[in-house]
């Protein structure tokens, strides 16, 4: 059974940083495309970055230059590194991955994603 369990949101006030780890167990995703998307309430689902099996990586227009997402394929993790955080950037952040390619993860609705972490960026 495919999981992805997120871990490391949290409050931090803007300007701040986090740092958003992703467990992937149940299949073998060295060829999946992985990444994050967030969904604040009242707002639709918006993907904020994916790296494919290659390394390549993708990123939302509105964190780019502030988040980098890296991936350790051989131990199936996924990390996002997210600095220079603003109240926009609160919500529900999930881990994604899709065999299908990084469009779905960013774009569309994935193939699977996990439970989500929090997090909130006070002014």
């Known amino acids: 059974q495919v999981q992805l369990v997120e871990s490391g949101g949290g409050s931090v006030q803007a300007g701040g940083s986090l740092r958003l780890s992703c467990a992937a167990s149940?299949?073998?995703?060295?060829?999946?495309?992985m990444g994050w998307f967030r969904q604040a309430p009242g707002k639709e689902r918006e993907g904020v970055a994916a790296?494919?099996?290659?390394?390549?990586?993708t990123y939302a227009d509105s964190v780019k230059g502030r988040f980098t997402i890296s991936r350790d394929t051989a131990k199936n993790t996924l990390d996002l590194q997210m600095n220079s955080l603003k109240p926009e950037d609160t919500a529900m952040y999930y881990c994604?991955?899709?065999?299908?390619?990084?469009?779905?993860?960013?774009?569309?609705?994935?193939?699977?994603w996990g439970q989500g972490t929090q997090v909130t960026v006070s002014s």
């Open positions: 994604a991955a899709d065999f299908r390619g990084c469009w779905y993860v960013v774009y569309r609705t994935s193939k699977y």
């Open positions: 149940g299949s073998t995703y060295s060829s999946y495309c």
């Open positions: 790296i494919d099996s290659d390394g390549s990586t």
